[in-house]
């Protein structure tokens, strides 16, 4: 095997691994609303759950990414791990229909479905013909980079540490631990499938004895993302991805042990077809629905058994996280930007929290610290601010473009209103009152008249807004702009009467200001939610 033949198995790999990613891409972002409809339809029957998640890996085409996305619902506390059980079962089989793409032989018309897929992507100005485009180009690039592998590979027939190497693979052990990292490394069953499938093609592997316990340990070798991607989040997330771990695990234990006892199970794959590529697609098939109905009934000894290696400790998880944005679900924008929404009513909630806790004058004396929610805010608005930027808007139906809109410009304008809290916090905790006992009482009088007047106006107006915010109803209410009005005028007003009844101080002014800033910052996102589109 000569260095080019290395390089056209590593162009290969990278075509097929790129296919494959621009394929499932394509085919998420046809479905990503329906998947959301989907989810929203879950009940607790774990078989539901199951074909639910068969459904979404043979849509997006990855059970490793179905799994992760599930362990990001959980972290978000939007799914329970009972639910989560019959997804991460199913996902597995779904990976059997790519599978069988793999034995068609449709090779000489590659090059035009990657033309075609191409003029699509590039040319097509409607949303749908592009995606379709990117599934169609990355269809084609996933055969053209199989093609390459299995031509760069046919030297290897003749190699006698191949031959070695394929003879040990007979042995369980050696088979599934190939496999296994095989897997772990290129972090794709499916991908696996298809490199020994080339491998067949270019006669290295020549009896499915060779590549049986391969394919098992393919299987245990995805544990090792949805592993990676538990280590950020709660208890319930790690438990999960720990049930994903036992089931493949137990699965391959179980085939590995019906493969060396004098069943006859690869003899009766065998029996199928004659043809190895063939014989291996259906022994992954029946490995992995096989493996869904025996174990599926015993989800609850897996739960178990996932909830002992994953203690009952307190969950370590730290203060700032993001609860409902998940990056591992990025491959469904439809998706992202409703959690991007839910985050910013989160944050909505903690601004409210922080108003009533920044203007009661007692509280803001007595307290050492400014406003509880002042860091995670913070931390909040910057991460969604964040998610915003990476979101890619042109991808987005039209209605979800509009919504990424609005978020950019209402988690700013929550930004601003904490700002103005903490700003009439710090003003009242040093409030630098007279020394004479008479003025004192006559300014701290004055000041609780002032906020006693105007701030459960605007609590009414925080309150008001995020109630209009939470049910969605943008443009079915035509009272709320023009009773947020009415309210910001009889702040203003308020804060123009008042200043004669306070002290010309700076802390005065600043107050007013403040609180002035508050009812517009409020009345602007309103405006921005009730725009006609």
């Given at each position: 095997?000569?260095?080019?033949?290395?390089?056209?198995?590593?162009?290969?790999?990278?075509?097929?691994?790129?296919?494959?990613?621009?394929?499932?891409?394509?085919?998420?972002?046809?479905?990503?609303?329906?998947?959301?409809?989907?989810?929203?339809?879950?009940t607790r029957n774990k078989w539901f759950g199951a074909l639910l998640g068969f459904i979404i890996t043979a849509?997006?085409?990855?059970?490793?990414?179905?799994?992760?996305?599930?362990?990001?619902?959980?972290?978000?506390?939007?799914?329970?791990?009972?639910?989560?059980?019959?997804?991460?079962?199913?996902?597995?089989?779904?990976?059997?229909?790519?599978?069988?793409?793999?034995?068609?032989?449709?090779?000489?018309?590659?090059?035009?479905?990657?033309?075609?897929?191409?003029?699509?992507?590039?040319?097509?100005?409607?949303?749908?013909?592009?995606?379709?485009?990117?599934?169609l180009l990355g269809f084609g690039l996933l055969f053209l980079g199989l093609n390459l592998m299995s031509v760069?590979?046919?030297?290897?027939?003749?190699?006698?540490?191949?031959?070695?190497?394929?003879?040990?693979?007979?042995?369980?052990?050696?088979?599934?631990?190939?496999?296994?990292?095989?897997?772990?490394?290129?972090?794709?069953?499916t991908a696996s499938v298809g490199i020994l499938l080339t491998m067949v093609t270019a006669g290295i592997v020549?009896?499915?004895?060779?590549?049986?316990?391969?394919?098992?340990?393919?299987?245990?070798?995805?544990?090792?993302?949805?592993?990676?991607?538990?280590?950020?989040?709660?208890?319930?997330?790690?438990?999960?991805?720990?049930?994903?771990?036992?089931?493949?695990?137990?699965?391959?234990?179980?085939?590995?042990?019906?493969?060396?006892?004098?069943?006859?199970?690869?003899?009766?794959?065998?029996?199928?077809?004659?043809?190895?590529?063939?014989?291996?697609?259906?022994?992954?098939?029946?490995?992995?629905?096989?493996?869904?109905?025996?174990?599926?009934?015993?989800?609850?000894?897996?739960?178990?058994?996932?909830?002992?290696?994953?203690?009952?400790?307190?969950?370590?998880?730290?203060?700032?996280?993001?609860?409902?944005?998940?990056?591992?679900?990025?491959?469904?924008?439809?998706?992202?930007?409703?959690?991007?929404?839910?985050?910013?009513?989160?944050?909505?909630?903690?601004?409210?929290?922080?108003?009533?806790?920044?203007?009661?004058?007692?509280?803001?004396?007595?307290?050492?610290?400014?406003?509880?929610?002042?860091?995670?805010?913070?931390?909040?608005?910057?991460?969604?601010?964040?998610?915003?930027?990476?979101?890619?808007?042109?991808?987005?139906?039209?209605?979800?473009?509009?919504?990424?809109?609005?978020?950019?410009?209402?988690?700013?304008?929550?930004?601003?209103?904490?700002?103005?809290?903490?700003?009439?916090?710090?003003?009242?905790?040093?409030?630098?009152?007279?020394?004479?006992?008479?003025?004192?009482?006559?300014?701290?009088?004055?000041?609780?008249?002032?906020?006693?007047?105007?701030?459960?106006?605007?609590?009414?107006?925080?309150?008001?807004?995020?109630?209009?915010?939470?049910?969605?109803?943008?443009?079915?209410?035509?009272?709320?702009?023009?009773?947020?009005?009415?309210?910001?005028?009889?702040?203003?007003?308020?804060?123009?009467?008042?200043?004669?009844?306070?002290?010309?101080?700076?802390?005065?002014?600043?107050?007013?200001?403040?609180?002035?800033?508050?009812?517009?910052?409020?009345?602007?996102?309103?405006?921005?939610?009730?725009?006609?589109?």
């Amino acid at each position: 095997m000569t260095i080019y033949d290395i390089f056209f198995l590593l162009g290969g790999l990278g075509l097929f691994l790129y296919g494959m990613s621009l394929m499932s891409d394509g085919l998420s972002l046809i479905a990503g609303s329906q998947l959301k409809k989907i989810l929203q339809r879950l009940t607790r029957n774990k078989w539901f759950g199951a074909l639910l998640g068969f459904i979404i890996t043979a849509i997006i085409q990855s059970s490793t990414a179905t799994t992760v996305m599930v362990l990001g619902f959980i972290d978000s506390s939007l799914m329970n791990l009972s639910q989560a059980t019959g997804i991460i079962m199913g996902a597995n089989a779904g990976t059997t229909l790519t599978g069988i793409l793999f034995t068609f032989n449709i090779q000489d018309i590659v090059p035009f479905v990657i033309f075609i897929g191409t003029i699509a992507t590039l040319f097509m100005k409607r949303k749908a013909f592009n995606h379709m485009g990117m599934i169609l180009l990355g269809f084609g690039l996933l055969f053209l980079g199989l093609n390459l592998m299995s031509v760069s590979m046919v030297p290897l027939r003749e190699a006698p540490l191949m031959a070695e190497l394929f003879t040990h693979t007979q042995m369980p052990l050696v088979g599934l631990l190939v496999g296994f990292a095989v897997t772990a490394l290129i972090q794709s069953s499916t991908a696996s499938v298809g490199i020994l499938l080339t491998m067949v093609t270019a006669g290295i592997v020549v009896d499915l004895h060779q590549a049986i316990f391969i394919l098992y340990g393919f299987n245990v070798g995805t544990v090792v993302t949805t592993l990676l991607a538990s280590l950020r989040g709660n208890k319930t997330a790690k438990r999960a991805a720990m049930v994903h771990v036992w089931f493949n695990i137990i699965g391959a234990l179980i085939f590995t042990v019906l493969t060396v006892l004098p069943f006859g199970f690869v003899s009766l794959i065998q029996n199928t077809s004659e043809n190895i590529a063939l014989q291996l697609v259906y022994a992954h098939i029946v490995f992995n629905v096989a493996t869904l109905f025996i174990l599926l009934p015993l989800s609850r000894f897996i739960i178990a058994l996932a909830e002992k290696s994953i203690k009952n400790t307190p969950d370590g998880t730290a203060q700032l996280k993001l609860k409902f944005i998940d990056r591992r679900l990025l491959h469904t924008p439809e998706i992202e930007v409703e959690h991007i929404l839910k985050e910013i009513q989160r944050t909505f909630e903690l601004v409210q929290e922080d108003f009533v806790e920044g203007t009661n004058v007692q509280s803001v004396k007595k307290d050492n610290i400014i406003l509880t929610n002042e860091t995670l805010i913070n931390y909040l608005v910057r991460e969604i601010n964040r998610t915003l930027v990476n979101l890619n808007t042109v991808d987005l139906k039209d209605s979800y473009a509009i919504s990424v809109g609005r978020a950019y410009k209402i988690i700013n304008y929550l930004a601003q209103i904490e700002a103005c809290t903490k700003d009439i916090a710090l003003t009242l905790k040093d409030y630098d009152y007279s020394e004479e006992e008479v003025d004192k009482e006559k300014n701290e009088l004055a000041i609780k008249l002032v906020m006693e007047a105007i701030v459960p106006l605007i609590e009414r107006m925080l309150n008001r807004v995020f109630m209009f915010f939470k049910d969605k109803k943008y443009q079915e209410e035509e009272t709320i702009l023009y009773e947020i009005e009415k309210l910001e005028r009889e702040i203003f007003n308020l804060t123009q009467v008042n200043r004669d009844l306070l002290r010309a101080d700076f802390e005065d002014i600043r107050i007013l200001n403040n609180l002035r800033k508050v009812s517009t910052d409020i009345l602007h996102i309103v405006e921005v939610l009730d725009y006609k589109v």
